[in-house]
């Protein structure tokens, strides 16, 4: 069970838009940065959002993030066939006295 | 260019240790925190412990504190992560990975990552 709550899968058609969600709480989400992640077939983790809503040079402004309380939203408008992947949310949680990294369960994105 | 190549994965029994490294390089290593993240077979990312850039500040998942250890050489660019008394359920590939500040503890990100090194725990 992850610490935060994100839906197991959403999908779109190519060109369309799609939002995945990232629920927290006060401990984490609420009073932390929020990054997403994509994580293609057999590959590594990269970096798409971080800081809530700030994109890593070389991501393109299709991607978009923004954070309300204790949720977080990735948006990908234009969708492409290569945006198939699996996205990840994750912050950190300061519910313990040391803190500790969090992430989503991830969602995986399927193209139409 | 940033490179984070992790190393000291394998085959190993319930009980035994293992140490994993990761060797980073284009960077300015003891001016960042850095991470382990795990994922085991077909399952998401876990965040497995975090260390500071000067070690001052140390965290781990409460599923495997006590038994790992984290730790890092700014000298030799180096992060290390020792395992002992490692359990099936600790399977994973293991990535190292980058924070975008000095210190965690606020969220932020993690920019760069290695390509993992694969622990199997089984007798």
Excluded at chain 2, 16 to 33: I, N
Excluded at chain 2, 94 to 114: H, M, T
Aim: glycine content about 14%.
């Amino acid at each position: 069970q992850s610490v935060l709550t994100q839906p197991p899968s959403v999908s779109a058609a190519p060109g369309q838009k799609v939002t995945i969600s990232c629920s927290g709480s006060s401990s984490n989400i609420g009073n932390n940065y929020v990054s997403w992640y994509q994580q293609l077939p057999g590959t590594a983790p990269k970096l798409l959002i971080y800081d809530n809503n700030k994109r890593p040079s070389g991501i393109p402004d299709r991607f978009s993030g923004s954070k309300s309380g204790t949720s977080a939203t990735l948006g990908i408008t234009g969708l492409q066939t290569g945006d198939e992947a699996d996205y990840y949310c994750g912050t950190w949680d300061s519910s313990l006295s040391a803190g500790r990294g969090v992430f989503g369960g991830g969602t995986k994105l399927t193209v139409l | 260019e940033v490179q984070l190549v992790e190393s000291g994965g394998g085959l190993v029994q319930p009980g035994r240790s293992l140490r994993l490294s990761c060797a980073a390089s284009g960077f300015t290593f003891d001016d960042y925190a850095m991470h382990w993240v795990r994922q085991a077979p077909g399952k998401g990312l876990e965040w497995v412990s975090g260390i500071s850039w000067n070690s001052g500040s140390i965290g781990y998942a409460d599923s495997v504190k006590g038994r790992f250890t984290i730790s890092r050489d700014n000298a030799k660019n180096s992060l290390y992560l020792q395992m002992n008394s490692l359990r099936a359920e600790d399977t994973a590939l293991y990535y190292c990975a980058k924070d975008i500040r000095a210190v965690a503890g606020i969220g932020g990100g993690y920019d760069y990552w290695g390509q993992g090194t694969l622990v199997t725990v089984s007798s």
